[in-house]
DNA sequence: CTGTTAGCGCGTTCAG
DNA sequence: CTGAACGCGCTAACAG
């Protein structure tokens, strides 16, 4: 509990002036003699500079804040272990604020960021508005935005219209016509329109016989199991979830009237969390790395503080996992092996 | 992209000092005819105090540190939700740091937090070493561990042992008598030793004719997995995994099989994530609210700024979630209804 | 290469 | 109740 050391103890101590002692913190043009008086120094006093004292000088704080929907969630889990691992060894440190899902706390959190001291600010948005942009507009500070995208601002995000059309893609070969799509609300882009839109694009161009129904659900487990009845309903050969949850909740409710998926009818989702794994039978679904997007986004938030050429390429792989919840129509032969690991990971 | 402005600014717009500005914007001994001048001038400049000034004088940052072991996972989001919870209201932000599950890079992120000007700082521990109490020692800084305890230090934890009894008592009161526990090894003091001992008191105590057999297993799913094979050969009547994560694996083995579940075996948890009420059956399992334990740490936190007497009240409830895993022995008739919403949320 | 001199923006005495 | 003056701990500009 000793009194705290400053620069100007370790001075003393090394018998030189505190601006040695600081250029030994900094650029260093220090001779080697006193470079080592000042380092034993340091070491003897245990001395580790003030932060909030050079903060005021050089007007860097080294922080990132960051805006979270909300923090219970697994894939924002992963994008801040993405983010972490980019920011960490380049010295920076991150200072979180959670929105609970709301637009106007959301941009409260980064009004409060911006007069922080921060030096830039991610924001996982749940929607951008014209407050989102013009606050961006009113401040220096760089923000970059994931999950969703709008003109003239920074963001990273996964592709979501790639990711439908990859689900379109494979259900239609493997054989099949007819599809619920199971999905969010329009006033989401990315998940509500674009994922949906890329799936219906890829599932039934160019061919007459394909049909796409819509289902509207909400984000959770809960909801999309209210709904599934109404999914049920349409008897389409293959229920498409906006979400592994959607899917999830579908799932379950089918398992409880004894409808036998994927015999009677075939399930599907997007995003590729674990837990698609170990349900019965396994979820068949496109999967996200949401640690990816967290590192492209530092990173690119990394180049914003040194003004470096932004590279503009965002493309975030996408994974098609296939696991047990889709049939394959175009055999005649059910595939008779037990379930598997596969796609466990 | 206005210049900045300062206290200085707000001054000269109101016709007022700095000082007086700054006592408005402190203890407020002000006369209300110049705290309207201030308060417009404030208004009009857009000011916000210097976060960095600030703390430089006041040496206090209500900052607090968080390290924790990893991101991605479900806990420590929930944890964290608590934590935010509390602190916010309270003008507390929290700066992340993560360990990614190494002691020797929590210790880091200790040392490096105690310099980096925080107030406090919250540990979500991996385990407590002597190198964590010396840190401790070093600093005025208080901390305070999650997960973990050890003596003399300031902790918030969940009560192992009772969630273990928890189990114990129920599956005896099923009617159960052979069981193996799934555990994980002794290193964990928590969950190891604690959770396990717990489960055997309450399962075998005073009945002779009560057994418990142990397998060890790792933390996650495909580690449980793996040691299924093992764990069906303790011939019991209940599987009792010290993870819900440890059940799930040992569940998706026993339907591989075509092992059914309760019918054959009966199988039970400890955590109460969501994914086991989407799992057929449904997993019975010991609930904890880490998100009450982030508010409880944080609230702990918050008394040791303030020097408050702290209550030593440390228990967070648990719940026990009835689900369709497990079998009641003593009946004669199988329960007929199908899996139903229960537990769900 | 080094010490001296100024502030960064704010809070806080200390006279008035 | 108020303003002037000082200093938190550090970095940067300046002479030497």
Redesign the pocket.
């Known amino acids: 509990m000793e009194q ?1 050391k ?3 103890d370790v001075a003393e101590l090394a ?9 030994y ?3 260093g ?3 080697l ?3 080592e008086r000042v380092r034993r120094a340091i070491e003897k006093t245990g ?4 932060f909030f ?2 903060r ?3 007007k860097e704080s080294k922080l990132i804040g960051i805006v979270l929907p909300r923090m219970d969630s697994v894939t924002v889990g992963k994008l801040l272990a993405g983010i972490g691992r980019v920011l960490e060894p380049a010295g920076y440190q991150g200072i979180l604020l959670v929105s609970q899902l709301s637009v106007s706390k959301e941009l409260e959190n980064i009004r409060n960021l911006q007069q922080q001291g921060v030096d830039g600010i991610l924001v996982d948005s749940v929607g951008i508005t014209r407050e989102h942009i013009r606050l961006g507009r009113e401040s220096a500070l760089p923000i970059l935005y994931t999950g969703q995208k709008h003109e003239g601002v920074h963001y990273v995000k996964l592709d979501d219209r790639a990711a439908g059309r990859m689900m379109g893609a494979y259900l239609r070969q493997m054989g099949h016509c007819r599809a619920v799509f199971a999905g969010v609300s329009e006033r989401d882009t990315a998940v509500g329109i674009d994922r949906k839109q890329g799936f219906i694009e890829a599932f039934t161009e160019g061919r007459r016989n394909a049909r796409v129904d819509f289902v509207e659900t909400g984000f959770d487990f809960l909801s999309a199991y209210n709904q599934a009845e109404e999914v049920r309903r349409c008897q389409a050969t293959v229920v498409v979830g906006a979400t592994d949850n959607i899917s999830l909740g579908i799932l379950r409710y089918f398992h409880e009237r004894g409808i036998k998926v994927p015999e009677e009818i075939s399930v599907a989702g997007f995003g590729g969390y674990e837990v698609g794994a170990v349900v019965y039978p396994a979820l068949t679904t496109v999967a996200f790395d949401y640690e990816l997007v967290g590192m492209k986004a530092a990173r690119y938030m990394l180049d914003l503080l040194q003004n470096k050429p932004v590279e503009e390429c965002m493309d975030v792989p996408l994974f098609f996992v296939e696991r047990e919840s889709v049939r394959n129509l175009t055999k005649a032969c059910e595939p008779e092996q037990p379930a598997s690991m596969n796609g466990m990971t």
């Open positions: 705290k400053t620069i100007k018998g030189v002036s505190k601006s040695t002692v600081s250029r913190l900094n650029h043009y220090i001779s003699e006193k470079q001395f580790q500079s003030n004292a050079r005021l000088k050089t």
